[in-house]
């Protein structure tokens, strides 16, 4: 088969690898879904090899097959699996974290913050770009019969992820939630949040993106390339500022917005990755009594929580999804999604 590897400098190749086979506590999925997340663009645009050391993580200097939110079906599994757990012929998606299986975080599904060393799914060990993926079957998490391909590799990743800081912000009706940034994160956090009853303040400073968050449950859309998104809070909030606040978009005047757009005793919570923040500590957290914690990825147990809720819900998640491609588009793909001018792109296999 072939696979998607990033070769560095904003290019890729479509290289062979052997077709996988399950080790035993092993399956193997037939990739019908892999998505394309905004951190791929991490390991795409920098120099060969460069990415890993800014990530901190190791690079074995082998070719590793793209794609961290795979979803398919199982079609063969290793000779420990118990068939309680996954048979032949599953629809499952993946948790895209391999752990050590046995330290505290991998006990409780937090196999991305493993005290030894995790391999990460289309990074660190061969992903979801291409025909065929082998994964360990704690990693695998079952996709209910009405949620599509598509919108379980959304999940694995990205609407996880924003599925994750709600759970942590607590969300519910009572709540007027701002969530800044209107990628396919903060979109995703908009029609979850929405259809936990909350009254959704989205900001982009895109005019297209934020009102797009309109077609995904948002109340309010603010474009903060023409408005002071903290002004425009404060006016939909009779001045005193959100209850809860999310930010998705790691740029430094997005995370200030939130926590300055956050009213007395909030809840803020950082989501985008990279960059920094300066903040006025006295009055934008400690006179306000403000709580601020970061949320990273989801855990294996919320993640199937998540896909449950999209199921009872009846969520378009797919709305995200603006570009489909197929595996030997791959090298057009990225080019289109390293632009940043459209929505969330997947590969359909």
């Known amino acids: 088969m072939r ?4 070769t560095g400098n904003s290019t890729l190749d479509l290289i062979e690898f052997p077709d996988p086979t399950p080790g035993p506590r092993d399956v193997v999925l037939e990739i019908k879904a892999s998505g394309m997340c905004g951190s791929d663009l991490k390991l795409y645009r920098p120099p060969a090899g460069a990415a890993f050391a800014a990530l901190g993580l190791k690079d074995s200097g082998e070719p590793v097959i793209a794609g961290h939110e795979p979803c398919g079906v199982v079609a063969e599994v290793g000779r420990d699996v118990d068939p309680r757990i996954v048979r032949v012929g599953d629809r499952v998606t993946l948790h895209h974290y391999q752990g050590c299986r046995t330290c505290p975080q991998c006990r409780t599904g937090w ?6 060393t995790a391999i990460v799914y289309g990074v660190t ?10 994964a360990a079957v704690e990693t695998v998490v079952g996709l209910p019969e009405e949620v599509s391909f598509t919108t379980g590799a959304a999940v694995s990743c990205g609407t996880g992820t924003a599925y994750g800081a709600l759970l942590r912000l607590d969300v519910s009706a009572r709540d007027t939630l701002v969530i800044v940034g209107q990628g396919p994160v903060g979109l995703s956090a908009t029609q979850l949040a929405a259809a936990m009853g909350a009254r959704v303040i989205a900001i982009d400073v895109s005019a297209e993106r934020a009102n797009r968050a309109r077609e995904f449950g948002a109340a ?24 809860k606040a999310l930010d998705t978009s790691g740029a430094a005047p997005g995370r200030s917005a939130a926590v300055r757009g956050a009213s007395a005793w909030g809840k803020v919570c950082f989501v985008g990755e990279g960059g920094d923040v300066t903040l006025n500590v006295s009055p934008d957290i400690i006179r306000k009594q403000l709580t601020i914690f970061g949320s990273w990825t989801v855990n294996s147990a919320a993640q ?8 009872d819900h009846g969520l378009e998640v797919d709305k995200l999804f603006t570009d489909r491609w197929t595996f030997d588009q791959a090298a057009t793909a990225y080019q289109a999604f390293d632009r940043q001018a459209a929505g969330k792109g997947v590969f359909i296999n």
């Open 3 to 6: 696979g998607v590897v990033f």
């Open 220 to 243: 309010h859309a603010i474009d903060a390339s023409t408005s002071d998104p903290v002004e425009a809070i404060m006016a939909l909030t009779g001045g005193k500022g959100a209850g």
């Open 304 to 311: 199937g929580d998540c896909l449950r809720f999209i199921a």
């Open 111 to 116: 196999t991305q913050m493993c005290d030894r």
């Open 125 to 134: 060990g061969h992903g979801g770009h291409a025909p065929y993926m082998r």
